[in-house]
């Protein structure tokens, strides 16, 4: 097959982008297993989470057998104003290497929230304006799920209120401006606003927060609020739903210029993106109709799925979640301070463990600098500069890329570029300046 | 004609894309006045450019009669690595407004150095290596010409000294870190690498620093570097030439769709975007073939067009540039320090000054809280965070399409967006928390 006519950036037409979700877990034998209530230890129903989340949510949660999901005509308006995202073909890279791959990546990032979060942020605040609902509650840490969800409910006319880690708001002030700017209510983590904030701040007032804390603040705030829920940017099964329109968009394309990826690869924290971005060709590889390789990079500091165990284990630090059966470090697990980014997650989502527990996926580690020295390598040869959590993605394409170098393989290889790193520039200032550590 | 069909977002398919500039002043019959030497008072010469200016960019900056100029290749191949930019129906924003006038705007702030200035930084690198140069040196004040420059030289090949602000480069460490990251050197001005700026310091060692002096400290490295040449992002008319693809590329697109519009709007610092956004309307305009409004839009703190004089007048602070004729407030004028963004220079274009000073060109000032109202508006609703420079041209472009509601007229208006704001937050962070002032 020729591939020379595929434009440095692709942008799928209009009347060409997808209309429904792909639910992956319907092309899998053997389904992930089912939540768990953490007091029963019975598989979780729609009762049982209909004081947090949306309705609609609940739904594809906890639907494992439609194959594809429509897109409401409502998010898919909201859908057009960031979307398409480029499909980029790395001719720059690919010479700067001087390796036979072809490597392509889509890049995610061209919203305001810098990444691809707005996807699932997007159906989640539509679906609480159809549930009649005023108000959602959420956490944010790293900054790019709360500038989407606050993208998301100015657009459709929500309150919104994040609880953004503490030491995060203080190190990102511009997070926090664009939070508020789109008119989201942001409250550093934790805080007096709740009684489990209150009892963090009594046992340690110097705290400077963590994840665990701000999902539990969020949580009861949301609980407590009339018409108002709780939504999750990532890890659970209608995240990775919403987010196939990744994937989607990439397989539309290259089948229009006949292309077959051979390997696709996609950093992974909890989960959404990499589940995202591989959906449609893991259902083929699922259906027998491939064999790409499909590969998910971790950070050496947060291995959930090359070292954790595969067992039922807490979402949250403070155990207040469904028990997930997932690839887990140990829901008390705290990666080193001095790592940056989005994948600090102790788990993974049920789906990608299930899959890779079936060898269907692979799964790969990075280290921090030798990550960074891809990113800025990156960003001076294709000119984007990539989200620390992207840069793993691009550090393991580099990786294959060279490894055709040697084998001679004329292999095509497709990455994720999950975001831009515009917010966040403080870990390049570490890098810049050496005093970056692995 | 119908224009339903326009996509929310359309971008140029690669083969349509524009293959050559356009020079305005080759379709104007009062040409802009020349430059003067500032000893002399004679016309300037390309020799006498030549010490500081690469030999192409002398060579379009004196070119007064050729209307299309070709794009060398090796710039069309780093501008496929950021273009097209999308030419954005504002379907949301008219929804919003209850307008009949149909709203496009020109998103020049996809690539990552957040707006138009890569446009010249691509060219100037380009023609840099080309005349086999080594190095280059610049200066920049709110930091999106230095951080294009860094790029741009970064993929050429090129060595860069980056002259900022010291006031700004202390405010916006994300600028910095962001230039520092594609292997540009960035000096804090004034500093002891130059004569001038060991003058300046010695006078007042706790200067905060100005673009006048950036400028004599970028261009005195560069005339004593060899193989080194200064570069300059706005102003010249050079400068406007590469920009013009900004404008052809949203010709190129209405015409597809039969769209002619009748109101272009851009702002206007040193009319670098102005002057490529108008191009090839103000070109029909000039034989005849259109009627289009063009309005420059001025902050209300440095209205150069709207109060300034129409004379020969320095392009710098120090007046050691040659004198150019434009509209301008006395090259001694410094708007208040609590203004922000890129339209802070004290003159004008010499060829949008002639256009303005012929009528062929309106222009209008905003008031910097109400740039800042237009600008959150439209970011909630557009989903886009406009920079500060940019919202000057929403302001009015709301202001025209609510003109349109009043007066029941269908109007189409075509704004342009030069970037984004991402790493300028600060003023929004003024914004946000009341302090901001006229």
Redesign the interface.
Known sequence: MTTKNF???Y?L??EEQPKSWLNIRAFMKNKPAPMLHPGTKQPITAADLEPVFCKACIGQELDETTEFIPIPDGILE?Y?????APLIRAY?LEKALGTPAEIYYKHEG???S?SHKLNSAAAQAFYAKQDGLTGLTTETGAGQWGSAMA?AC??YGLDLTVYMVKVSAEQK??RK??I????AELIPSPSSTTECGKKILEKDPNTSGSLGCAISEAIEKAVHTPKCRYVLGSVLNHVLLHQSIIGLECKIAFDKYGIKPDIIIGCAGGGSNLGGLIAPFAAEKLQGKSDARLIAVEPSSCPSLTEGKFDYDFGDTAQTTPLIKMYTLGCDFIPSSSHVGGLRYHGMNSTISQLYHDKILEARTAKQTEVFEAA?KF???????PAPESSHAIKIAIDEAMECKRSGEKKTILFGLTG?G??D??A??Q??DKSMKD
Chains 1, 2 share one sequence.
Do not use: C, D, H, W
Request: proline share 9%; charged share 15%.
């Open positions: 434009p440095q950036r942008f037409p209009e909201f057009r104003a960031y979307r398409p720059f061209t919203n305001t810098g993208m100015a657009f002030p511009y401006a664009l508020e700017t789109y008119g800025v960003a001076k040869i294709e000119g984007i500069l831009t515009y917010f520039m403080s390049y200032m890098y810049n």
